[in-house]
């Protein structure tokens, strides 16, 4: 009966395991197959202003800076959502392996813990009757 609650409990952890990995892929590749469409969003971060609220809390020069920078990483911020639709492959295979590397692990739990109730029961079947082996010999 310990055997099967083990594997039981094993396999809705495993069936959890593979649905966390479907989901997380699906969210994954729909979101780089999605971010293609963002491209040119980010050339017009250079028009973004300080809120009026906190203009006075700040230096002009922060502000200029700000804007500076932004010109800057816009174009590659642009290139790189051009080419996210390409790493929507590389999300399929980091999720496979991950998944495969998870699940095997969780198989060796199963192992490990079906080798625990193995000892358990042949510990617990000798009684403490004349046959009972003990576990220390003693020397």
Do not use: K
Not at 18 to 24: C, E, G, I, P, T
Not at 100 to 125: C, E, F, K, Y
């Amino acid at each position: 009966m310990f055997y099967a609650l083990c594997w039981f409990v094993v396999a809705a952890l495993l069936a959890l395991w593979s649905l966390a990995a479907l989901a997380f892929h699906t969210v994954a590749a729909w979101a780089v197959l999605n971010a293609g469409a963002l491209t040119g969003v980010a050339s017009g971060a250079s028009t973004i202003n300080l809120p009026d609220w906190l203009a006075p809390w700040m230096p002009p020069e922060v502000g200029q800076w700000a804007s500076q920078v932004v010109a800057v990483v816009a174009p590659m911020v642009d290139s790189m959502l051009q080419a996210a639709p390409a790493l929507a492959g590389g999300v399929t295979v980091v999720t496979w392996v991950v998944w495969g590397i998870g699940s095997a692990l969780l198989l060796m739990v199963g192992a490990g813990i079906h080798l625990l109730v193995a000892l358990w029961r042949r510990r617990g079947t000798g009684g403490s009757g004349s046959n009972a082996r003990p576990l220390l010999a003693a020397g």
